[in-house]
């Protein structure tokens, strides 16, 4: 892709994204569809075993399993879902600017580098989502221990609701609501913040503290831009998913959340699918934004191209040999 560097609108870049997006489809879906595949193989394992405890009546043990799927998937997320956004940013880097890219030479890019992401994005959501996170864990701790100590889990138990129970429960709900509110808004303002620091780590070849501080610096006066393009992945994303689930989440409703094994598995196939399309329009579009600031900020346009010119080397050439000229040594001991 040979392009003019130049600032960009907000509508540019979401048209140089989807341009991207269509022209190299197949390397950026293929980079994604590595980490969906992943997803892929955990689902299916938990499937399996939702459907073994089930056939057994073991309700503690489908509670676990949910429990330690969730906890997978967010480990896997966190590593797997972490280089492939680094090597599809790496990839649109080299795409950008005109420059070969390909899967193999993607993950090979990022691959060394794998606790470096890793300890980059446990930082990020650290300080952005663990408020929430904490939050959520507290809520449904409390419920749980409500649902355990009234026999709900017992279907021959059937206990009335105490109302001061009921109360209690309300009044954690509401606060849970209220206090996810809140530390959402916060949790998205820190992203906003750090939106660049992958692309930073990738491109510039910085540690995590150091990305996290260039994408403080580069986001500044653009974060009302990049939430509007991460607000419009999130609804790609929701519309896929609401194309791809939609039926399953009604079934799984009709059912009382035991689908059959076949639609299962069906719904962990089109989850794939959703994963590898979606992957990249995170990374594309973050990408060029990242660009984009460089050239608002820094004038990253016209040192490229003096670099493609070849003027930046001969500057430095010349600044090396200059002590061996007589003149200007003599003169640099004088001022000296």
């Not at 040999?321 to 200007?328: G, N, S, T």
């Amino acid at each position: 892709m040979q392009t003019t560097l130049r600032p960009l609108t907000l509508g540019e870049i979401l048209d140089r994204t989807a341009e991207l997006y269509r022209t190299h489809f197949l390397l950026l879906a293929g980079i994604s569809s590595v980490y969906a595949g992943v997803l892929l193989v955990i689902g299916l394992a938990q499937v399996g075993a939702q459907h073994a405890f089930s056939a057994m009546h073991m309700t503690t043990g489908l509670i676990a399993g949910a429990v330690v799927g969730i906890v997978l998937m967010f480990l896997v997320g966190l590593v797997c879902g972490g280089l492939a956004v680094a090597a599809n940013t790496r990839a649109v880097g080299w795409l950008y600017l005109g420059e070969p890219a390909s899967i193999s030479a993607a993950y090979s890019a990022v691959l060394p580098k794998t606790r470096r992401y890793v300890w980059l994005l446990t930082i990020i959501y650290f300080v952005a989502w663990f408020p929430c996170v904490l939050i959520y864990a507290g809520y449904a701790v409390l419920m749980l221990h409500y649902v355990r100590a009234s026999g709900m889990l017992d279907p021959h138990a059937g206990r009335p609701l105490d109302p001061n129970t009921a109360l209690m429960l309300g009044g954690a709900t509401v606060l849970f609501l209220l206090l996810v509110v809140v530390f959402g808004i916060y949790g998205i303002l820190m992203s906003l913040r750090y939106s660049l620091a992958v692309p930073a780590c990738t491109v510039e070849d910085l540690k995590a503290r150091a990305a996290i501080k260039r994408s403080v610096l580069l986001s500044k006066g653009s974060r009302g831009r990049i939430f509007m393009l991460g607000l419009l992945t999130i609804i790609i994303q929701i519309g896929l998913a609401g194309l791809t689930q939609g039926f399953f989440i009604v079934a799984g409703i009709k059912s009382k959340g035991m689908l059959p094994l076949w639609m299962s598995v069906l719904q962990q196939l089109l989850a794939f699918v959703t994963n590898t399309f979606v992957g990249p329009i995170y990374a594309t579009g973050f990408t060029l934004f990242y660009f984009d600031q460089r050239i608002r900020k820094e004038g990253f346009d016209i040192e490229h191209m003096m670099t493609a010119a070849g003027m930046t080397p001969a500057l430095a050439s010349v600044e090396a040999q200059a002590p061996l000229d007589p003149m200007r040594a003599e003169a640099g001991s004088a001022n000296e």
